[in-house]
């Protein structure tokens, strides 16, 4: 059975388990003073546990699912993948244009290699702000030379060490 926490201070609803709740609240506390994360955070409205993570922009509540492998991973490495996926609706609101009276952002602005490795130094630049271990930075420098994440399904996608 899901519950739900509304993260007062930062306007953020967190829904899922218990255990999962916590873990996101710990993350959030971590990094919320970060500017990579005030800087990025300005469009999700929820976070949610799931079987995989992604960003999710579209609809009401623009959302970060989360799945078990990340979020039961080290606090430091979680909290920095929230910059990221937020960082990933960011980019989808920034260059969403309205055409005939419709509003849409061309896929490529907000998902694909370049937009992952603007996410990944923004990641980046939030492990620095929290003085997280040098080999979680080095583990992520690795995937922005050679970035792979967006190319692993939505359904299997994870932020493992
Ligand atoms: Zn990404």
Known sequence: MDSEWICQDEDIRIVGC?????????????????????????????IRQSNSSYA??????????????????????????IVHDACHIVLYYEYQVCLLGVRFTLPWYWKGATPERICMLWQLTALEQINAPDYMKSHLVMQIVHPYHHRIPFKDANWTL
């Open 18 to 46: 218990k255990e999962f709740i916590e873990a996101t609240i710990n993350a959030i506390e971590l990094i919320r003073l970060t500017y990579a994360f005030i800087e990025m955070r300005k469009h999700l409205k929820c």
């Open 56 to 81: 999710e922009p579209r609809g009401k509540q623009p959302t970060y699912w989360v799945g078990e492998p990340t979020w039961k991973s080290d606090v430091s490495w979680y909290a920095s993948t």
